[in-house]
């Protein structure tokens, strides 16, 4: 009995088509069958497609029928693997095995070693219509799926790589996923990835994977506020051990620290950073006129700073920095029982001139809010007396308020942005984020696909809906000429 890697003869190509052949009206058969019966009452469906694909599964293990014959072979070895396969049920998944199969029953292929180990699942999902695959197997098997033009299966792949971003790995996989989406053109992983790494990126500065961080890469993410961090010192730490392993030269190295947001660093911190850090020490010309407007932007109020300086620019805007003067963390325990209510406080802005200013915020949860759309209306009416309302109506809802007004409040906004923190594969990482419009109070679209009555839900951990709350002072120019 012939197998996947054996050298048995290949059977007649007449035999091979016409067993497919009949396998597939035997599909379209049951098809038309189902449709048929699909109006009698008294219809039902005799299924037996498990035992088609476990017939389709020896078919291929055993050889029977085979009418072509596959040898895939690797640059690092001199043996080939043999797969007997059957020409018709290659064509109907790939169009390239279709053209390859036309004149001819043997085809060599030659692939690299990592999809050369996954050829016979590959050639397995064309038979069965399935596959499960690891981590570090996402990208060869996609490689193998768009090579080939299996369409199906490469959209699988792709959805397999979003969906697992947060999954552990010993290495990381997500920067690897994010240039492979960049070389093979596919925008929605490359967003997805960049997405991921900017709401986790403390996880992946202390991760193997950040020294294989491209400078595409990490240009693209210094350029983003919403990156969650601790702080932008710890960013600057980060991106110090990225310079000093990486060595570029001196253009990208200047490029690389200009996107630091030096404001957003204590005066205390920066004088350390200029005796200690061998990296500035030697670009300190690149960033010289950044690290001094910083002392000033520290040293000066924000509305004597503004009248000489555009602050409305990236440098002055805070990330969503994970510190306790920022913001802070909630755990809602049980979050579809009842209202809910808070308080914390903030630092008033990032300048040293507002370090001693605290603005009181005042939160409410609320797990089953009702639009005034979906409210009981009362009516004198007999007929009408209130609308039926139902539990599952309403929305969760997050009110942030500050408990307080000031003067000092004048020339600075805040916006608001709200992280909910879900459990993969054992770690708590950022799925979702939520940010409310500076004039606003809460976001509109909270939780809006949320299920908190499930225990399951992916927002929720141990029933716990854990979140926190980051306050993003942002400073505005009142005086447009400067002096």
């Not at 043996?79 to 085809?107: D, I, P, Y």
Request: aromatic content about 10%; proline content about 4%.
């Amino acid at each position: 009995m012939a197998r996947l890697t054996g050298t048995r003869p290949v059977a007649t190509r007449r035999w091979g088509c016409a067993a497919a052949a009949f396998l597939l009206l035997l599909l379209t058969v049951q098809a038309a069958q189902k449709a048929d019966l699909s109006g009698d009452t008294t219809a039902a469906t005799i299924n037996h497609s498990l035992t088609l694909l476990q017939r389709l599964q020896e078919l291929l293990q055993n050889g029977n029928g085979s009418d072509s014959v596959l040898r895939v072979r690797t640059a690092a070895s001199d043996e080939a693997k043999v797969f007997h396969t059957h020409q018709l049920l290659l064509g109907l998944q790939s169009e390239v095995f279709e053209s390859l199969l036309r004149n001819q029953s043997v085809v060599t292929l030659h692939e690299p070693p990592e999809t050369a180990a996954l050829f016979e699942k590959f050639i397995r999902y064309l038979y069965c219509g399935g596959v499960s695959i690891l981590l570090h197997q996402a990208i060869p098997m996609h490689q193998l799926a768009s090579k080939y033009r299996v369409w199906g299966l490469q959209r699988g792949v792709a959805d397999y790589m979003k969906t697992h971003l947060a999954s552990e790995s010993s290495q990381g996989h997500v920067v690897g996923w994010y240039h492979y989406a960049v070389r093979i053109g596919d925008a929605a992983l490359q967003e997805s990835c960049l997405q991921f790494l900017a709401w986790n990126l403390s996880a992946v500065l202390g991760s193997a994977e950040w020294g294989s961080v491209s400078v595409e890469l990490l240009l693209l993410l210094l350029e983003r506020s919403d990156l969650v961090l601790h702080s932008e010192l710890e960013l600057y730490t980060a991106v110090e051990g990225w310079l000093s392993r990486r060595q570029p030269d001196g253009p990208v190295a200047k490029r690389v620290l200009r996107a630091i947001r030096y404001p957003m660093i204590a005066p205390s911190q920066l004088f350390r950073l200029q005796t200690q850090s061998a990296v500035l020490a030697r670009h300190y010309g690149a960033v010289q006129d950044l690290l001094f407007q910083a002392f000033q932007f520290h040293a000066a109020s924000p509305l004597h700073f503004a009248k000489y300086f555009d602050v409305n620019c990236s440098m002055f805007l805070p990330r969503n920095y994970l510190a306790p003067s920022w913001g802070s963390q909630w755990v809602i325990n049980n979050p579809a029982r009842d209202d809910r209510s808070t308080s914390f406080q903030t630092q008033l802005g990032p300048s040293s001139h507002d370090a001693g200013k605290r603005v009181t915020w005042n939160v409410l949860f609320s797990p089953r809010w009702l639009p005034v759309s979906l409210r009981p209306v009362y009516s004198d009416s007999v007929s009408s007396a209130v609308q039926p309302v139902r539990i599952e109506d309403g929305r969760p809802r997050l009110v942030i308020t500050p408990a307080m007004s000031s003067p000092d409040f004048a020339g600075v906004s805040f916006q608001k942005t709200v992280l909910v923190g879900v459990r993969q594969q054992g770690r708590v990482l950022v799925k979702h984020a939520y940010s409310f419009h500076q004039s606003s109070d809460e976001a509109a679209d909270f939780l809006a696909h949320a299920d908190l009555q499930k225990r399951t839900s992916e927002y929720l951990i141990d029933n716990s809906l854990h979140l926190h709350i980051i306050i993003k002072p942002v400073y505005h120019s009142l005086i447009k000429v400067k002096k």
